[in-house]
């Protein structure tokens, strides 16, 4: 069986897209990144998320940027800390997107 990990349901959430077994949306997963909360404090506060979930939700937003385009930074990274290098290791290849998933360092 395939988990879809960003679910749309018009019951659940008014339609908002959630994260999968939780009652988290993407757009608050978002919010907490923005607000400075990293994979681990985002694990710890809800352990009804996975690491594969966080991912899909910070991939979902940027497949629709339209609608979560306050997120975005200017050079098209997500807003806040994402994915370490080694944490992004134990998601699948397709998820690991720089900027998105996976928090590039800034070029010194």
């Not at 404090?41 to 996975?50: A, F, V």
Request: glycine share 8%.
């Amino acid at each position: 069986m395939t988990i879809k990990w960003v679910k749309t349901d018009p019951l659940v959430m008014n339609g908002e897209p959630f994260c999968y077994g939780s009652r988290l949306t993407v757009r608050q997963v978002l919010e907490a990144r923005g607000h400075g909360m990293t994979v681990v404090d985002l694990l710890k506060d809800h352990p009804e998320l996975r690491l594969v979930g966080i991912a899909e939700a910070y991939a979902y937003a940027a497949a629709h940027r339209d609608e979560y385009a306050e997120f975005f930074e200017a050079d098209g990274s997500l807003a806040g800390p994402g994915y370490t290098e080694d944490e992004a290791l134990a998601l699948p290849e397709r998820l690991r997107i720089p900027g998105v998933v996976v928090k590039v360092p800034a070029a010194a």
